[in-house]
């Protein structure tokens, strides 16, 4: 039988340092001075939320709680670092007894320290993403299953099943039935290949990024006496981006707060866009049903944005069903009224963007101060070409620029090889696709592929691109007429056929299906048709099978469909994207010191603030997405991925979008996104833009006002 004696931590009489009062906001300080118990901080967008937290932390210790009782948990190791220095700022000293840090970082200290409770020895390893990759190989190697047989998932995709499962709770069974259909028949070898793959791990004295989370649970679930000692030890436990986290580390933070109930989160239910990785809205949304008497505090005074973003903001969100309510208000003095831009087409919007931003700069606001945000960074191409024209200096956020993503290039050698069957290097791409094939069989089959090729193409002429005249209106690079390149390509493909080892024999025969195909007269000069075609009819399946992340990157190769279908040959498409990659390597290479626009889709926007942000192809499909509209869940994401871009912007906002767009073979009308029709027309400005021909018109000369030149501000209803 046991009782609860309390016993009083606090030092008498504490002497606060800060003056909370005088420091913090009537919101901030009630949410910073809260009594012990289970809270809730929302913190709408440019309220302070990393304020709010870490005057918390501050309270509670200048209040009589030991730093050493206190555990913080972030989600990147810079958040943590700026919330342990402003504690020890606020405080007047350093805070090391402090336990603050990302939830893998903890994770692992926790681990180095009980380690031994699940098999492991102390000093394990932490394997990077590498040495994940090839141990999964290894364990499909040994599984004997029979990857000949049926297109089974590399160990890329692998391990991202896995990660799926381990963060959201769901079994491997509805992880594949969901998310992976394809592989679904084969639960039960995944599944196997799972179990060797933990004990592999256990073994070589391993644990990947996951481990640090799923055995720091098991740990606390699986052995009382570990999840008592943490228990007691925090009295306190703090959470910033609450929003984020998925059911692991929802678990994790109850588990951790489970005795004194001592728990304070931080976020904003509105800025929750991160599902696609495992984020789960419902724990925000639930938490005032999962910890009985919690109370919840709403911080909304903004201190980014002019009242007039703040306004079309709030319209913007208010939509969403499933939300705490709040409104934002701003500390700002009044700014210009946000606008709707309809362009005719992309270019026509990269057009406007680009002279407003020199008009910008003119006006002395440096280009590091202004963002175009999107919802892929494939709406951004046309902008691209028109910034580098103009010699605007930008810059992209991005982890790998576009046109270089494997799935990208791996495409694009399709249509490589179809175009100059004595292309080495799409010829080696598309051979080391295939079971079987490593570096040195793909140079054997190319030197027998080569003869092949060589053969056939000495009875085809070489003839010239068509060059436009001033008046035919033809597109540049437009092939002739007559025998090309391509014609030889069917016969060389099939006399490879015996070539190939056995187990590559039946995937070669797919792939050199689709390339013959695709080399056919009626489709070789429709590269958007012939994009689509690689996919449906054998690459979809390799994706699935080789990529994390498979359905974002087959809703990316949609749009390079769309983009293809504006060039009149797979020549001239191939050439336009090479240009591409070149334009974006060049832009990424400028000094980081530079003075450039920055180009970030919203994701990677968020938590960053600019003086001006333009949000482009604000299209139904575009954004939101299309995989969205029939999902209402989805739907309520994508718009709090609108919320988020708008709450980007301190004083001027720029919702643009084209109303023509080449899609599907021609030139197709894109619905307005249903977003901009849920913002009052009172809200916004809607500009026409006026085309102005055979003018010079310096920087300077340029205002957005009535009288301005080459766009017209008008009352009409821009929805």
Known sequence: MAREYDLHMDRPGPSLRIDYASELNAQQFEAVTAPPGPALVLAGAGTGKTRTLTYR????????????????????????????????????????????????SIGLRILRLHADRLGYRPDFTVADREDVKDLLGSCIGESGV?????????????????????????????????????????????????????????????MDFDDLLVLWRRLLAEHEDIRTLYQQRFQAVLVDEYQDTNHLQASLVDLMAGLHRNLTVVGDDAQSIYSWRGADFSNILEFPKRHAGARVFRIETNYRSTPQILHVANAAIAANQRQFKKTLHAHRPEGPVPAVVPAVSGTEQALFIAQRILQLRDEGLPLERIAVLYRSHFHALELQMELTRRNIPFYITSGIRFFEQAHIKDVAAHLKLMVNPLDELAFHRLVKMLPGVGSKGAEKLWELFRVHVEARLADIPVMPMNAPSDNDGE??????????????????????????????????????????????????????????????????????????????????????????????????FLAQLALQTNLEAEASAAAPDDERLRLSTVHQAKGLEFDTVFVIMLCDGLFPTHRSLDRPDALEEERRLFYVAITRAERELYLCHPLMRTVQGGDGYQQPSRFLDEVPPSLVELIQLKPVWGRNHSKSAARRDSDHPDYEAGDADPF
């Open 475 to 572: 597109a540049p690079h437009r092939p002739p007429p007559g025998p090309r390149p391509s014609d030889c390509l069917p016969a060389a493909l099939r006399s490879m056929g015996k070539s190939m080892p056995k187990r590559t024999s039946p995937h070669w025969d797919a792939m050199a299906k689709t390339l013959a195909q695709i080399a056919d007269p009626d489709w070789r000069d429709h590269p958007g048709r012939c994009i689509a075609h690689i996919v449906e009819s054998s690459y979809k399946s390799y994706v699935e099978a080789s990529y994390e992340n498979s359905r974002n990157r087959l809703d990316e190769l949609g749009q390079l469909q769309s983009y293809a279908e504006q060039f009149h040959s797979a020549a001239e």
């Open 57 to 104: 932390v501050a309270w509670l210790i200048e209040n009589g709680l030991p730093p050493h009782r206190i555990l913080l948990l972030t989600f990147t190791n810079k958040a943590a670092k700026e919330m342990m220095t402003r504690v020890g700022n606020l405080l007047g000293g350093e805070l090391p007894q402090l336990w603050g840090g990302t939830f893998h």
């Open 146 to 206: 029979d990857v000949k047989a049926t297109r089974f998932p590399k160990a890329d995709a692998l391990g991202d099943i896995f990660s799926a499962a381990a963060n959201t709770g769901r079994s491997l069974a509805d992880v594949l039935a969901q998310d992976h259909p394809t592989f679904a028949p084969l639960t039960p070898q995944i599944a196997a290949i799972q179990q060797r793959f933990a004990e592999r791990k256990r073994r070589a004295g391993l």
